[in-house]
């Protein structure tokens, strides 16, 4: 038996709505903000960026185009109840112009082992062993980076350690200031982008992909 992906199936239905609301809606964001899909419905998707959510219907036009209508600011049927809460940014920690290379913290979970969680722009966070697994993924079977995740490479990892508390002991270094999470350093490649790393423009790392998004309380204090 062959198997061939196919645009049909509900698989992939679901990514042709992400790719269209990607080009359409989120391409044209203003610089350094992003609205990322969270759920697709029949008729309807919810995006999120910077901690509020959005409601857009979508149609499908005579020539097989997706149409998004406008955006409905909602209420996040998530509750957050008041761990004392930071949030996390991403911002590049070093820059080499020289090399045109940077790096970072592309994803904390917190500053330390046992430390309070830090919650991202949507309010979600990322547990260890799943940002290990994300990573080892990627190194394996991309190494790419974009910019604002519109899937066009302008850059290739260098350098990639996931830091989990069983890693963070066996190095031997101290749980107490060792932040857990994932580091890694990229060559900027493109010029337009580099130009936008050594301006300001782009600033801060941001990891995009897929996944299931549970819904939790948390005892959070700002």
Same mark, same amino acid.
């Given at each position: ?7 049909? *199936?509900?698989?992939?239905? #679901?990514?042709?709505?992400? /790719? ?17 899909? /969270? ?19 979508? *149609?499908? %036009? !005579?020539?097989?185009? #997706?149409?998004?209508? %406008?955006?409905? !600011? ?11 809460? *930071? ?15 940077? $790096?970072?913290?592309? $994803? ?7 430390? /309070? ?24 079977? %991309?190494?790419?980076?974009?910019? @604002? =995740? ?5 850059? %290739? ?16 270094? /101290? ?10 350093? #990229? =060559? ?15 600033? @801060? ?11 939790? !309380? ?5």
């Amino acid at each position: 038996m062959v198997y061939v992906k196919s645009k049909d *199936s509900l698989d992939g239905k #679901l990514n042709a709505i992400r /790719d269209s609301f990607r080009s359409q809606i989120s391409s044209k964001m203003p610089p350094n903000t992003y609205l990322y899909v /969270d759920e697709i419905f029949d008729d309807y998707l919810v995006a999120s960026g910077d901690g509020s959510y959005y409601r857009y219907t979508y *149609s499908e %036009s !005579k020539d097989g185009l #997706l149409v998004f209508g %406008s955006p409905e !600011k909602i209420e996040a049927a998530v509750t957050w109840e008041t761990v004392e809460k *930071s949030v996390w940014n991403g911002d590049i920690a070093k820059k080499d112009s020289a090399e045109q290379n940077v $790096y970072g913290w592309a $994803y904390k979970t917190s500053e330390s082992v046992g430390g /309070d969680l830090i919650l991202d722009k949507q309010n979600d966070f990322w547990l260890p062993d799943e940002i290990e697994k994300t990573a080892n993924k990627y190194m394996l079977n %991309s190494r790419a980076g974009d910019v @604002m =995740h519109l899937e066009k490479q302008v850059s %290739s990892i260098i350098e990639s350690v996931v830091f989990t508390p069983d890693k963070i002991v066996k190095m031997g270094l /101290d749980p107490d200031t060792t932040p857990v999470g994932w580091w890694v350093g #990229l =060559h900027v490649d493109d010029k337009v982008a580099w130009e936008g790393v050594e301006s300001g423009v782009w600033k @801060m790392f941001s990891v995009g992909g897929k996944g299931v998004r549970r819904k939790v !309380k948390l005892n959070v204090t700002d």
